[in-house]
Structure formats: structure tokens, C-alpha cells
Nanobody, 126 residues
């Protein structure tokens, strides 16, 4: 099992920045992919960014490309999501997810992720 805990959410004005963190614990040795997802009230969960820890390959939703950056610190077992130029449409609960072992599709679909954090709220005001 892998446990994930997100932090770094908060309230900012449009144009501001936040950095989300997600620390992984437990059986992290086999974790290969990590992702960030978000869900706004009344909307479905959407993939935001993926990172392949083995190759550092990244993927971004078109909604955030150029504004968000995902990264991983192997020594700390932490994945980050740097969010710049935040807009009200980015308001959502952000979730960290992880999957162990090799997965044959890229980006990894949300339904394939096995481990999930509880989420952190990001609110962007205009």
C-alpha cells in the first residue's frame, strides 16, 4: 500500500501562484507514475498532469499546459505541482495519485491509478 498526503492548497487571486506537494509513504519502492487530478463542484474529475518517475516524462492537460509544472523529488518521495497564473477556472480540489509497476498507456488514465490522497482545496478569486 502507498499513502499519499497533499498540502499547499489555499486561496489566491487570479494571476497568483501556488505549489502543491504530495508526500508518498509506505511501499513506495515500486511507484512508477504519479499524477495530479482536480475536481470542481458539479464536475467530473480531470487529469491535470502526470509524471513518469522512471524517465521524468511528463504530460499536461491542455487546460494547464504552460502554466503548471509537475516534478518529483526521489529522495523525499514527493511530487510537486507548481501552478502559475492561476485563474478562477482552476478552482477545485486537487488530488495526488500513484500507481506502481509498468503501465502500457501514456498518459496513465485516472481509472488506472491505485492510490489516492484526500485532496487539497485550491480557490482562485477574480
Amino acid at each position: 500500500q502507498v499513502q499519499l498526503v497533499e498540502s499547499g492548497g489555499g486561496s489566491v487571486q487570479a494571476g497568483g501562484s501556488l505549489r502543491l506537494s504530495c508526500i508518498a509513504s509506505g511501499n513506495t519502492g515500486d511507484v512508477r507514475y504519479m499524477g495530479w487530478f482536480r475536481q470542481a463542484p458539479g464536475h467530473e474529475r480531470l487529469g491535470v498532469a502526470d509524471i513518469d518517475i522512471g524517465s521524468s516524462r511528463t504530460w499536461y492537460s491542455d487546460l494547464v499546459k504552460g502554466r503548471f509544472t509537475v516534478s518529483y523529488d526521489n529522495a523525499k518521495n514527493m511530487v510537486y505541482l507548481q501552478m502559475n497564473n492561476l485563474q478562477p477556472a482552476d478552482t477545485a480540489v486537487y488530488y495526488c495519485a500513484a500507481i506502481n509497476g509498468y503501465y502500457g498507456r501514456w498518459p496513465v488514465p485516472g481509472a488506472a491509478y491505485k492510490f489516492w490522497g484526500r485532496g487539497t482545496q485550491v480557490t482562485v478569486s477574480s
